[in-house]
C-alpha cells in the first residue's frame, strides 16, 4: 500500500495571502487527487491533479484559486491563493494505485489551514 | 442527482454488534468503498465490493446490492477504538467517489 505524506499538516495564514501544501507519495500512483474536509462534514472533491498536464476541477473550483501542480507520479502541490477564512478546513491529498476501480484510495495524514 | 443517505450518528455497546446502512444513488456504477475516519485523522480503507453480497474481513463485515442501492457496514465485537465515523462511498462511471457525511459510530462501555 502507498505512504502519503503531506506537509505542513498544520498552519496559521493572514487573510490574503496564500498557502502551499506539498504531497509526495512512497511509490507510483495512477491517480493523485486533492479534497477539502470541513470538521463534521463530508470530503470535497477540489480536482484530479494530471501529470504534467493542467488539473480537472470540480464544479466551484478554479485554478486562479486552486492552482495545482504534479511533475511527476509521485509528487503534487495544491496552493490555496488569496486566503480567506472561509478557506480554513483540512486539505487532504489522496491517491490510488493500479486500474480506479481495482484500487483502494489512500490518503494522506491531511493539512489544517486557519485562515486568521 | 448522486447523493448518499446514512445515519447521521449510532450508538452501541462494546463487545455488540452494529450495522451501518448506505443507500446511494450514482451515475454510473464502479464499486463502493467503506472507510473509517477517527476525529482530527485521514480516512482509511475498510472495504471495497463491487458483486453483490457480503465480504468478511475480521470483525467487519461489508454487504452490496447493486439493484437497490443499498449497502451495509457490520462490525462485530464492538471495541472502543471502533468509535469513529464509518463513510460510504460508491464510486460513480467516471471512477469518482461520491462521499456523504458519514456516520459516527459512538461506542459505550
Known amino acids: 500500500s502507498a505512504v502519503i505524506s503531506q506537509k505542513p499538516s498544520r498552519d496559521i495564514c493572514q487573510r490574503g495571502t496564500s498557502l502551499t501544501i506539498q504531497c509526495q507519495v512512497d511509490?507510483?500512483?495512477?491517480?493523485m487527487f486533492w479534497y477539502r474536509q470541513q470538521p463534521g462534514q463530508s470530503l470535497t472533491l477540489i480536482a484530479t491533479?494530471?501529470?504534467?498536464?493542467?488539473?480537472?476541477?470540480e464544479s466551484g473550483f478554479v485554478i486562479d484559486k486552486f492552482p495545482i501542480s504534479r511533475p511527476n507520479l509521485t509528487f503534487s502541490t495544491l496552493t490555496v491563493s488569496n486566503l480567506s477564512p472561509e478557506d480554513s478546513s483540512i486539505y487532504l491529498c489522496?491517491?490510488?494505485?493500479?486500474?480506479?476501480?481495482?484500487?483502494?484510495?489512500?490518503f494522506g495524514e491531511g493539512s489544517r489551514l486557519t485562515v486568521l | 442527482g448522486q447523493n448518499i443517505d446514512q445515519p447521521t450518528e449510532m450508538t452501541a455497546t462494546e463487545g455488540a454488534i452494529v450495522q451501518i446502512n448506505c443507500t446511494y444513488q450514482?451515475?454510473?456504477?464502479?464499486?463502493l468503498f467503506w472507510y473509517q475516519q477517527h476525529a482530527g485523522e485521514a480516512p482509511t480503507f475498510l472495504s471495497y465490493?463491487?458483486l453483490d453480497g457480503l465480504e468478511e474481513k475480521g470483525r467487519f463485515s461489508s454487504f452490496l446490492s447493486r439493484s437497490k442501492g443499498y449497502s451495509y457496514l457490520l462490525l462485530k465485537e464492538l471495541q472502543m477504538k471502533d468509535s469513529a465515523s464509518y463513510l460510504c462511498?460508491?464510486?460513480?462511471?467516471?471512477?469518482?467517489?461520491?462521499w456523504g457525511a458519514g456516520t459516527k459510530l459512538i461506542i459505550k462501555p
Open positions: 489522496s491517491a490510488i494505485q493500479g486500474a480506479p476501480d481495482t484500487g483502494e484510495l489512500f
Open positions: 511509490s507510483q500512483v495512477t491517480m
Open positions: 491533479a494530471n501529470q504534467g498536464s493542467e488539473a480537472t476541477y
Open positions: 450514482t451515475s454510473g456504477f464502479n464499486g
Open positions: 465490493n463491487v
Open positions: 462511498a460508491p464510486m460513480d462511471s467516471n471512477y469518482q467517489l461520491i
